[in-house]
Nanobody
Framework: VQLQASGGGSVQVGDSLRLSCVAS????????MGWFRQGPGKEREVVAA????????YYSDSVKGRFNISRDNAKDTTYLQMNNLKPEDTAVYYC???????????????????WGQGTQVTVSS
């Protein structure tokens, strides 16, 4: 599975961005998708995850209420809508995929097998 992330950029505090991640997998609907980020000098952390059907979602506390993860299985694409961006959201954002169950409630990076290249998000005050 190859993943291609896009949509990053430089924005101001309070702005919005939408990241996209396109997968090469023919059976995209078999994949649990996740978004991660890694800020300067920080470890990679989970931001959000979505079940293969799209019915289940998970958000880290730091983005809950501001970010929304979604997917379009017809387009083999998952999205991360980021609203009310803050300087602490500055990071390289990665999309990832796995075939294990979303409902294991384990969203760590180590549970994902496939990774896309990162896309930089910079939020300035």
């Amino acid at each position: 599975v190859q993943l291609q992330a896009s949509g990053g950029g430089s924005v101001q505090v309070g702005d919005s961005l939408r990241l996209s991640c396109v997968a090469s997998q023919r059976t995209f609907s078999d994949l649990v998708m996740g978004w991660f980020r890694q800020g300067p000098g920080k470890e990679r952390e989970v931001v959000a995850a979505i079940s293969n059907s799209g019915l289940g979602t998970y958000y880290s506390d730091s983005v809950k209420g501001r970010f929304n993860i979604s997917r379009d299985n017809a387009k083999d694409t998952t999205y991360l809508q980021m609203n009310n961006l803050k300087p602490e959201d500055t990071a390289v954002y990665y999309c990832a995929a796995r075939q294990t169950s979303f409902y294991s409630r384990d969203y760590r990076a180590s549970t994902y097998r496939y990774w896309g290249q990162g896309t930089q998000v910079t939020v300035s005050s």
